[in-house]
């Protein structure tokens, strides 16, 4: 419901917004009152809100397509295309005309001592020719020493060694391919030994003094938090908001070892209510929209389970009113 | 330079079964003769070993996952760690 008020020689009419904005363009009306300003305008500008994606794995392509209402962002695992033939090339364009395409590597290994080999900076850079990268993803691991090709994501000591191979392994992303990848935290099922900081604070030296962003990976915070004996939630809070950009959302399972049960994130299970919890209270602490993505890389669910992770997404997103941005004019 | 040698080990760990074993039986020994600093040996020598099995044998069936997938044959993967690129 419109509502007026008198600001010194100004009648204000707010339109139809929630009485917590009032103030904000009141504020601004204020100013123009004070400048003795004979009208005021107030453009009222909606933020874009969070959206919701998925990864692109062939086994849940009609899926995908058919439920291209609900999927804003799709994840393309650069790994899978690095090929890149006319067919992979023909695949991606159709898919950038349906979707905002997010690309996430696995295999840069940006946290290693030994750098990132010419070869790898050879294919990324060739992907990276033929594609815009408004969005790449890679992660807080080493993949590769001393000749071993790990071939899965490896997390690093966190201490002081590891903050300065990481910021110049960045550094010379940035100077060969020109962009720097947003930095993922890992599951890990043994902490790292050698560390001197909690992983929280691990990653928050080097997003502070890289300036890059970060993708949140809330099953990873879980998986480490139910296998170290830590809450989820304290873990959670440690993250540093203002850096994330990305969210990955998905499932893991417990496994026996001895007597001892580890939570192994596999991508492979629904995600559980504990998740969509978390991402609850993620959202709670985002100032900025992001992009939230489903990742899924096996035993695939039912169309209508998928489908309805996606809605629980989407239903947690508009719990929130879809915050306002204010310009003044 | 050492802790690329600290990192090398972790890597070994995780990925070499036979290594693993003999570390577990005798950690001084598999690294008497690493270019290691005291602070690194102490580390490896205090690592929780239950949760260095599970991640070994995770990362094991992981790798061999991922790389066969990702690529190439089992065999390429052999060969390219047998004689790993420069």
Redesign the interface.
């Known amino acids: 419901m419109p509502k007026n008020y008198s600001l010194g020689h100004l009648n204000v009419i707010v339109a139809d917004l929630p009485a917590d904005h009032h103030v904000e363009v009141l504020r601004v009306a204020a100013v123009a009152a004070a400048a003795d300003a004979e009208e005021a305008a107030v453009v009222v500008v909606a933020k874009p809100k969070h959206t919701v994606g998925i990864g692109w794995r062939p086994q849940i392509a009609s899926f995908i397509l058919e439920n291209s209402d609900l999927i804003h962002d799709l994840e393309i695992l650069v ?2 295309f ?1 090929k890149l033939s006319n067919k992979d090339i023909k695949t991606l364009r159709f898919l950038d005309t349906l979707f905002d395409l997010h690309f996430h590597s ?1 295999g840069l290994g940006i946290c ?3 750098g990132i ?1 010419k ?1 790898e900076l050879k294919k990324y850079k060739k992907f990276f020719s033929l594609f815009s990268i408004e969005s790449w993803s890679d992660h807080f691991s ?1 993949v ?9 994501l ?1 997390a ?2 966190w201490n002081d ?2 903050i300065n ?1 990481t910021l110049k392994n960045l550094k010379h992303a940035k100077n060969e391919l020109g962009h720097i990848p947003a930095l993922e935290n890992i599951s ?4 790292p ?2 560390s001197t900081y909690s992983e929280t604070d691990w990653m928050k030296s080097i997003l502070l003094s890289g300036g890059q962003s970060m993708l949140l990976d809330i099953n990873n915070i879980y998986c480490n938090a139910m ?1 170290f004996k830590l809450d989820p939630f304290q873990e959670l809070d440690r993250y540093p908001f203002d850096h994330v950009t990305q969210i990955h959302m998905s499932g893991g399972k417990w ?1 026996q ?2 007597s ?1 049960l ?1 939570m ?1 994130d596999d991508h492979k299970q629904d995600i559980p209510e504990i998740g969509f919890q978390m991402l609850k209270f993620a959202l709670s602490k985002l100032t900025h929209p992001v992009s939230i993505i489903i990742e899924r890389d096996g035993n695939y669910p039912a169309s209508a389970i998928l489908k309805q992770q996606l809605i629980r997404i989407h239903q947690l997103i508009n719990e929130k009113d879809a915050p306002i941005e204010l310009f003044s004019i | 330079m050492s802790y690329s040698v600290f990192e090398n080990t972790m890597a070994k760990l995780l990925t070499n079964k036979r290594y693993l074993e003999e570390f577990k039986k005798n950690p001084q020994t598999a690294l008497i003769a690493l270019d290691l600093t005291q602070d690194e040996k102490k580390a490896l020598i205090d690592i929780n070993q239950d949760q260095l099995t599970i991640a070994a044998i995770s990362f094991r069936k992981k790798r061999t996952q991922h790389l066969s997938h990702s690529h190439g044959s089992i065999i390429r993967l052999f060969f390219r760690n047998l004689f790993p690129k420069k």
């Open positions: 790994e899978n690095y696995v290693g001592s030994e080999p070869r080493f590769r020493s001393g000749g071993i090709e790990l071939g899965h490896a690093p000591s060694e590891t191979i890990t099922l043994l902490y030994p050698l296998n496994i070892f001895e001892d580890h192994l």
